[in-house]
C-alpha cells in the first residue's frame, strides 16, 4: 500500500525523505561490497527486485477491492537483509510509479520508509527470532512475510496520522482510523502473503535447495523438509 | 500482460523526441507546485496542465489517461473521507450516529477533503506526464549524471530488463494454470498462486545465470554502458516548458489560499 503523489505536505515529505537516505546509502555499501565480492550477486538481486515488482503488481486473485497487493519485502529480507532490500524496493517503488501510476516521487521517501526500510526491518527481526527458536523454515518465512507486511501497512497508517491529526483526539485517534480501516484488507492480505511466500520458500526448496544454500539461507541449519 | 504497464506508450507518444531531462524537471516542478499551492484553484490549473500536457500535446488515447488515473481515486477517496471526518472545524455542515459515534462534517474538514483530492489529483497528473512520455531506459543517463553510484543505475537496468522477463513467464504460467481451473477456490488460489511465483522465480534465476555467461563471453568488466542522451535539449522545447510551468508559478504564488465556493 503506498501514499500516492501529491498526499503529503511538504515537510512530512521531506522529513521521510530525510529518514530514509542514511538508510538507503548504507544499503548502497552493502550492495557495492557484495558485488565486489562476487559479481554473480548482481544478476541475482536485479531478478529479486524484478521478482518484488511483479509479484506487487500481480494481484492475489482472493483477494478482491482495493489496491492491495503482495509487497514480497519480507522475501527480500530474508534473501539479503533489510538494508539491501531497501535499495531494490527504493527501484522497485520508482518503477511502480513510472509503470503503474502507483505511488509517486514526492511521496517516494515515505514509501521507501514504509516498505522498503519499517517492513523489512520488523520482518527480519521476526525471522532471527524464529531462527534462535529453531522454528521450521516455512513458519519462519511465514511469519517474516505477514510480519512484514502489518509493519507496513502500520507505518503508514503512522505517516498519514502524524501528517493529519484528528482535530479531537490528535495523532493517536488519526492512527487508530487509518490503521482500522485499512486493516480490513491487509490483515488478510498479510496472511495471504505470508502463506503464499512461506510456499514459494518450499517449493523452492523442493527444486532447487543448491539456490538458496548460496544464498546462505539454508546454512543457518534451516531443516529442509 | 505488459499492456497495462505505461512504459508501452512512453515509446510511441507525440513528445517522445523531446529531451527526457526536460520531461522529467517539468513533471518534477509541477509535482513540487502541486504540493505548494495553497488555493484549490490553482491546484485545478496544474491539474488541468498535467492533463493537457498528456492527453493534448502527447496524444495519449484519453480513454486509457482515465482508467489509468482512476488507479489511485480509491486510495484518495476513502483517505480524504477520513480526513473529512477526523478534522473539525468552523461551521457543521451535517452530522450523523454511526453504531454510538457521533460523525460530524464541518467546513474545515469539507475544505481540506476536497483539497486533499484536488492536491493528489494535480500531482498524479503531473506524474503520470513523465510515466507516459518518458521511456525509463532514457533516464538511466539522467540517474547517472544526478550521482547515483553506477552500481545502483546498473542494478537498476537489470531489474528493468528482468520486470520484462518475469512478466512473461508469469503471464504463460498464468495462462496455463488458468486453463486448468487452478484458481477456482481460495485455497487452490493461494497454492496455485504460490507455485507461479516459485517458478518464476526459479526460472528467472536460471536466465540471471545465463545473463552472467552471455555477459562475461562480451568481457563484462563489472560496468554496463550507459546510452547517451538523446533526444537532446531543444531551444523550442524549452520554451514551450516554461510556457507552460511559469504562468502555474506565478498562479500559485500570487493565488491566496481561500475558503471553497
Redesign the interface.
Same mark, same amino acid.
Given at each position: 500500500?503506498?501514499?500516492?503523489?501529491? !498526499?503529503l505536505?511538504?515537510f512530512w =515529505?521531506a522529513l521521510w525523505f530525510a529518514l530514509a537516505l542514511p538508510v538507503i546509502a548504507y544499503g548502497?555499501v552493502r550492495?557495492?561490497r557484495l558485488?565486489g565480492e562476487d559479481?554473480?550477486l548482481?544478476?541475482? $538481486? *536485479?531478478?529479486s527486485? *524484478? !521478482?518484488i515488482?511483479?509479484?506487487s503488481?500481480?494481484k492475489?486473485? #482472493?483477494v478482491t477491492g #482495493?489496491?492491495s497487493h503482495p509487497t514480497g519485502t519480507g522475501a527480500g529480507a530474508v534473501l539479503f537483509g533489510p538494508a539491501v532490500t531497501s535499495?531494490?524496493a527504493t527501484? %522497485?517503488l520508482?518503477?511502480q =510509479? $513510472?509503470? $503503474? =501510476?502507483?505511488g509517486?516521487? @514526492?511521496t517516494l521517501g515515505a514509501n521507501v520508509f514504509s516498505m522498503g526500510i519499517a517492513g523489512p526491518a520488523a520482518g527480519y527481526a521476526i525471522y532471527r527470532i524464529c531462527m534462535r527458536a529453531r522454528v521450521g523454515c516455512c513458519t519462519a518465512v511465514f511469519a517474516t512475510a505477514a510480519v512484514a507486511d502489518i509493519a507496513t501497512y502500520l507505518t503508514t497508517s503512522t505517516q498519514?496520522a502524524l501528517a493529519?491529526? =484528528? @482535530? @479531537?483526539g490528535g495523532v493517536t *485517534?488519526?492512527f487508530l @482510523?487509518?490503521a482500522g480501516?485499512f486493516a480490513l484488507t491487509q490483515v488478510p492480505l498479510a496472511i495471504?502473503e505470508g502463506? %503464499?511466500? *512461506? $510456499? %514459494?520458500f518450499r517449493?523452492?526448496i523442493a527444486?532447487?535447495g543448491d539456490?538458496l544454500e548460496r544464498l546462505h539461507v539454508l546454512r543457518r541449519e534451516v531443516p529442509a523438509p | 500482460m505488459d499492456h497495462h504497464l505505461l512504459e508501452g506508450c512512453a515509446h510511441q507518444n507525440a513528445l517522445r523526441d523531446v529531451s527526457p531531462q526536460l520531461k522529467l524537471g517539468l513533471g518534477l516542478g509541477l509535482m513540487l507546485l502541486a504540493l505548494a499551492a495553497p488555493a484549490p484553484g490553482a491546484l485545478v490549473l496544474i491539474f488541468l496542465a498535467g492533463v493537457g500536457l498528456t492527453v493534448g500535446a502527447a496524444r495519449i488515447p484519453s480513454g486509457f489517461y482515465l482508467r489509468i488515473l482512476a488507479v489511485p481515486a480509491g486510495f484518495v477517496l476513502v483517505s480524504s473521507a477520513l480526513l473529512v471526518i477526523l478534522t473539525q472545524g468552523g461551521t457543521v455542515l451535517a452530522s450523523f450516529d454511526l453504531a454510538s459515534v457521533r460523525i460530524a462534517v464541518t467546513q474545515g474538514g469539507l475544505e481540506l477533503g476536497i483539497t486533499q483530492i484536488l492536491r493528489t489529483g494535480a500531482g498524479m497528473a503531473a506524474l503520470l506526464f513523465v510515466a507516459m512520455t518518458t521511456p525509463m531506459i532514457s533516464l538511466f543517463a539522467t540517474a547517472a549524471r544526478l550521482g547515483v553510484p553506477i552500481v545502483i543505475v546498473d542494478l537498476a537496468m537489470l531489474i528493468y530488463r528482468f520486470i520484462f522477463v518475469l512478466l512473461d513467464e508469469a503471464a504463460t504460467v498464468l495462462d496455463a494454470q488458468t486453463s486448468r481451473l487452478a484458481y477456482g477456490r481460495p485455497r487452490g488460489a493461494v497454492r496455485a498462486f504460490s507455485m507461479l511465483a516459485g517458478a518464476v522465480f526459479l526460472r528467472a534465476w536460471q536466465s540471471a545465470d545465463e545473463l552472467v555467461l552471455a555477459m562475461d563471453a562480451r568481457c563484462y568488466d563489472g560496468r554496463l554502458e550507459l546510452e547517451t542522451d538523446r533526444p537532446p535539449l531543444r531551444a523550442r522545447h524549452v520554451l514551450g516548458a516554461a510556457a507552460v510551468f511559469v504562468p502555474l508559478l506565478v498562479a500559485v504564488l500570487v493565488w491566496p489560499a481561500g475558503g471553497l465556493p
Open positions: 500500500m503506498h501514499i500516492m503523489e501529491g !498526499f505536505p511538504p =515529505a548502497v550492495i557495492r558485488v559479481r554473480e548482481l544478476p541475482l $538481486l *536485479a531478478v527486485g *524484478a !521478482f515488482f511483479v509479484l503488481s500481480l492475489l486473485p #482472493s #482495493s489496491s535499495v531494490l527501484i %522497485v520508482v518503477y =510509479a $513510472l509503470f $503503474l =501510476a502507483h509517486g516521487f @514526492t498519514l493529519f491529526p =484528528a @482535530t @479531537t *485517534a488519526s @482510523t487509518f480501516i495471504v502463506l %503464499v511466500i *512461506a $510456499l %514459494v517449493y523452492m527444486i532447487r539456490v | -
